[in-house]
């Protein structure tokens, strides 16, 4: 069966780090995409990182520099660094397998994300 | 930036047919996904490449786009549809999702 768990969250002060792990179960996160996708409590989802087949990584504007998906393929888990950790990063962290990743001219233009993990809090506050 | 555009809510008696729509810019030029998420629950896949349906979910969902707008149809509305309904998209390799619809089925 295929799954996800995150784990890694938790309580940070502003200008702090947290690393966030996605062990998965069923396939190898080495030859497949993954996506880190957040909500903030009461709000909708947001994109956060891809990784493309394993390789390439992209990021939302606002987590630029400071947030690094990564992972380790003999452990079969996929991380999400956070650095200069903000309020507004206060949110549920879902990470997704990416199915269909299509890249078009060098520009990802499909894929869809099944299953998503049951998510990891992170609460950024002083 | 690209957006997706949601009407905050829709409403809909059960057995009939809800629609749920996702606006944006030349929207059929992309591929579009929709995600269900209930309370309290992750999100779960419901349809893909505008149209296709996983294994697993129900035939009485279906989607299209067209134009500027993708929708994602429910027929036969069951109270267990009852939940936040989300579309996504690729837009210059980053993913854009919209603002999430409320479906409520009384």
């Known amino acids: 069966e295929v799954q996800l768990v995150e784990s890694g969250g938790g309580l940070v002060q502003p200008g702090g780090s947290l690393r966030l792990s996605c062990a998965a179960s069923g396939f190898s996160v080495s030859t497949n995409s993954m996506t880190w996708v957040r909500q903030a409590p009461g709000k909708g989802l947001e994109w956060v990182s891809f990784?493309?087949?394993?390789?390439?990584?992209y990021y939302e504007d606002s987590v630029k520099g400071r947030f690094t998906i990564s992972r380790d393929n003999s452990k079969n888990t996929l991380y999400l660094q956070m650095n200069s950790l903000r309020p507004e990063d206060t949110a549920v962290y879902y990470c997704a397998r990416v199915h269909g990743p299509t890249m078009v001219w060098g520009v990802i233009t499909d894929g869809w994300f099944d299953p998503w993990g049951p998510g990891t809090l992170v609460t950024v506050s002083s | 930036s690209y957006e997706l555009t949601q009407p905050p809510s829709v409403s809909v008696s059960p057995g009939q047919t809800a629609s749920v729509p996702c606006s944006g810019h030349?929207?059929?030029?992309?591929?579009v996904s929709w995600y269900q998420q209930r309370p309290g629950q992750s999100p779960v896949l419901v349809i893909y490449q505008d149209s296709e349906r996983p294994s697993g979910i129900p035939e009485r969902f279906s989607g299209s786009n067209s134009g500027n707008t993708a929708t994602l149809t429910i027929s036969g509305t069951q109270p267990v549809d009852e939940a936040d309904y989300y579309c996504?998209?690729?837009?210059?390799?980053?993913?854009?999702f919209g603002g999430g619809t409320k479906l409520t089925v009384l």
């Open positions: 990784m493309y087949n394993g390789a390439a990584t």
């Open positions: 996504q998209a690729w837009d210059n390799s980053t993913v854009v």
């Open positions: 030349k929207l059929a030029d992309k591929f």
